[in-house]
């Protein structure tokens, strides 16, 4: 005997609402059609499955019964259904944002042709593991400090190199690199750094290593604000770089050094996530890894343990 998963489905819909106009209305279905399509499938079975009154409808013994199969029937076709879809759309990749490492990343895989991308500029928001584990995304750049929740897997993907951005009348605006010993007592202006974020941790280590304060105050009225603000300063600094912060004729970009500061970018995904593309997606980020001699803090260190620290620091 087989079930019509259309009949099963109207079946649940009933159910659920209680009431044939209410499930009609759900599945876009006049009523009479659900009415055929339970009728079908309480004939195929054999027994009644609902009783029908003008309070509505509930589940008979044999109903109730068959729903908890009837639930999972559907569920199994649902995650069929998911999954076939899954394998024809693109792969979608959490950025976190569009002017770091990682985008280069995927935009390096996309032009070999050999995966086509949906980029996700999450900034941090909502839960990275649930995106991960329900679909939502595919994989997920990020930095990561703590053990994982269950299912999720990483490896390195980057080690971003951190500048720092000052204005002309900073007096450090005439190097063109300068030791990290240089920015102790400094303040960097970085409003926006969400506490509870993964940069703002970043940014505490490196403070606490360097003696720089870190000033995350004032609201965020965009790049051209934070720049203007840097370039008429001859004291505040900012850590970033051009690609984030273009255009501005009174900030200089400078290198640091001794050691050079990087943002440990990790790629992270679900082991169950069967997206065809997926595999070679995870390959290319590790083939592209390459270890250098920067400075991490202290979480990060043990989940980049090829890298041969500056400096003796590490």
Same mark, same amino acid.
């Given at each position: 005997?087989?079930?019509?998963?259309?009949?099963?489905?109207?079946?649940?819909?009933?159910?659920? =609402? @209680?009431?044939?106009?209410? $499930?009609?209305? /759900?599945?876009?279905?006049?009523?009479?059609?659900?009415? +055929? &399509?339970?009728?079908?499938?309480?004939?195929?079975?054999?027994?009644?499955?609902?009783?029908?009154?003008?309070?509505?409808?509930?589940?008979?013994?044999?109903?109730?019964?068959?729903?908890?199969?009837?639930?999972?029937?559907?569920?199994?076709?649902?995650?069929?259904?998911?999954?076939?879809?899954?394998?024809?759309?693109?792969?979608?990749?959490?950025?976190?944002?569009?002017?770091?490492?990682?985008?280069?990343?995927?935009?390096?895989?996309?032009?070999?042709?050999?995966?086509?991308?949906?980029?996700?500029?999450?900034?941090?928001?909502?839960?990275?593991?649930?995106?991960?584990? =329900? @679909?939502?995304?595919?994989? $997920?750049?990020? /930095?990561?400090?703590?053990?994982?929740?269950?299912?999720? +897997? &990483?490896?390195?993907?980057?080690?971003?190199?951190?500048?720092?951005?000052?204005?002309?009348?900073?007096?450090?605006?005439?190097?063109?690199?300068?030791?990290?010993?240089?920015?102790?007592?400094?303040?960097?202006?970085?409003?926006?750094?969400?506490?509870?974020?993964?940069?703002?941790?970043?940014?505490?280590?490196?403070?606490?290593?360097?003696?720089?304060?870190?000033?995350?105050?004032?609201?965020?009225?965009?790049?051209?604000?934070?720049?203007?603000?840097?370039?008429?300063?001859?004291?505040?600094?900012?850590?970033?770089?051009?690609?984030?912060?273009?255009?501005?004729?009174?900030?200089?970009?400078?290198?640091?050094?001794?050691?050079?500061?990087?943002?440990?970018?990790?790629?992270?995904?679900?082991?169950?996530?069967?997206?065809?593309?997926?595999?070679?997606?995870?390959?290319?980020?590790?083939?592209?890894?390459?270890?250098?001699?920067?400075?991490?803090?202290?979480?990060?260190?043990?989940?980049?343990?090829?890298?041969?620290?500056?400096?003796?620091?590490?």
């Amino acid at each position: 005997m087989d079930l019509d998963l259309g009949a099963v489905r109207a079946f649940l819909a009933v159910v659920d =609402d @209680g009431r044939f106009t209410e $499930a009609a209305d /759900r599945l876009d279905m006049t009523q009479q059609a659900v009415s +055929k &399509r339970i009728a079908k499938l309480e004939a195929a079975l054999g027994v009644p499955l609902l009783h029908r009154s003008r309070a509505g409808a509930r589940p008979t013994e044999d109903g109730a019964a068959f729903l908890p199969q009837a639930r999972a029937l559907i569920g199994l076709a649902d995650q069929a259904t998911a999954m076939l879809r899954a394998r024809r759309r693109a792969l979608r990749i959490d950025v976190l944002g569009h002017n770091a490492a990682p985008i280069e990343i995927v935009r390096s895989i996309y032009e070999t042709g050999d995966a086509e991308v949906d980029i996700v500029v999450s900034r941090g928001t909502g839960s990275r593991w649930t995106a991960l584990t =329900d @679909g939502s995304i595919d994989a $997920a750049f990020g /930095r990561v400090t703590a053990p994982l929740p269950r299912g999720i +897997k &990483r490896v390195p993907a980057a080690l971003e190199p951190i500048p720092i951005l000052v204005g002309h009348r900073h007096r450090l605006a005439e190097h063109r690199q300068v030791p990290m010993k240089e920015l102790s007592g400094l303040t960097a202006w970085m409003p926006g750094n969400a506490p509870e974020s993964e940069w703002a941790d970043y940014y505490r280590h490196l403070s606490a290593e360097f003696g720089v304060h870190i000033d995350a105050s004032g609201p965020v009225f965009g790049q051209d604000h934070i720049m203007e603000r840097i370039g008429a300063s001859p004291d505040l600094i900012t850590f970033g770089n051009k690609t984030q912060f273009p255009g501005h004729p009174d900030v200089v970009q400078i290198a640091l050094t001794d050691p050079t500061p990087a943002y440990p970018w990790s790629l992270m995904w679900h082991e169950a996530n069967r997206h065809p593309s997926l595999p070679g997606f995870v390959a290319h980020v590790q083939d592209h890894y390459r270890p250098h001699a920067h400075w991490l803090p202290a979480p990060d260190r043990p989940h980049f343990p090829n890298d041969e620290r500056e400096g003796g620091r590490g």
